[in-house]
């Protein structure tokens, strides 16, 4: 989507933070429309994936990108009455698999990230998943 590429591109560019954007843009997101709250998980992962890769190319810090998502997702989560486990893993996950996609590097800084605690919440991986979709989408 080009308003969040955009978005992201112009918050590094003035050197704004980027964490504020990034949990604003997942935000509006969901409160933008039913159809949105409806698709939750799909919008998870679609929206994170995006962000991701978007703040690094944007070249954001992504431990700030993706403590960014968390905090947004845990937001959203409890705003929509979502099982904040679940929509956590989600997104975890999906930003694992973005990270994949940007390099070792990224994708070993992010899973350092989700290795911390947010606000009482662990983020539990699907690592099963993550296996067969690299085998599936990138082999």
């Not at 698999?97 to 662990?122: C, I, M, P, Q």
Request: glycine share 6%; net charge negative.
């Amino acid at each position: 989507m080009p308003i969040i590429k955009v978005s992201i591109e112009n918050a590094v560019e003035h050197g704004c933070d980027v964490g504020v954007v990034i949990k604003g843009i997942i935000l509006g997101a969901f409160r933008s429309s039913d159809t949105v709250r409806q698709e939750a998980h799909k919008t998870i992962d679609h929206l994170v994936q995006l962000i991701l890769k978007d703040s690094v190319n944007a070249g954001a810090d992504p431990e700030v990108a993706v403590q960014a998502i968390i905090k947004g997702v845990i937001e959203i989560a409890r705003e929509e009455r979502l099982n904040e486990e679940e929509a956590l893993s989600e997104a975890g996950t999906s930003v694992v698999l973005a990270a994949y996609t940007l390099g070792s590097d990224v994708e070993s800084k992010v899973r350092e990230v989700l290795s911390n605690d947010f606000a009482g919440h662990k983020v539990e991986l699907k690592e099963e998943y993550l296996k067969k979709q690299k085998t599936e989408r990138f082999s």
